[in-house]
């Protein structure tokens, strides 16, 4: 069982980083074919896509959120890192982590959806 678990301070700044960590037990961050993503929820809003990690160390971005993210990972310590800058009361919202996994077939890479995801954690952007 696969299990995600996010860290990191639930209290950040205007124009500070944003940092959290998900740590992952019971499987590998460098197993094929999986990504590792970060999700967010606003207050009141939908689930929005940040971006991702995969299992080669490829990273994939928001288009919305490209300019201010950077997603890194640790293999030794089979964890991934979300780092967000110049934060602004709009970036409050409920942190995840998740797994995208993948199969490969004929060529092409599809999709099998997210199957494992962290409990969240508030992040609150404030003075």
């Known amino acids: 069982q696969v299990q995600l678990q996010e860290s990191g301070p639930g209290l950040v700044q205007p124009s500070q980083t944003l940092s959290l960590t998900c740590t992952v037990s019971?499987?590998?961050?460098?197993?094929?074919?999986?990504?590792w993503t970060w999700i967010r929820r606003p207050p009141g809003k939908g689930l929005e896509w940040m971006g991702g990690?995969?299992?080669?160390?490829?990273?994939y971005y928001s288009p919305s959120l490209k300019s201010r993210t950077s997603i890194s990972r640790d293999t030794s310590k089979n964890q991934f890192t979300l780092q967000l800058s110049s934060v602004t009361p709009e970036d409050h919202a409920v942190y995840y982590c998740?797994?995208?996994?993948?199969?490969?077939?004929?060529?092409?890479?599809?999709?099998?959806?997210?199957?494992?995801w962290g409990k969240g954690t508030l992040v609150t952007v404030s003075s």
């Open positions: 998740s797994r995208e996994v993948f199969t490969y077939s004929s060529g092409s890479y599809y999709s099998e959806g997210l199957d494992y």
């Open positions: 019971g499987g590998s961050i460098t197993t094929k074919y999986s990504v």
């Open positions: 990690i995969g299992y080669d160390g490829i990273t």
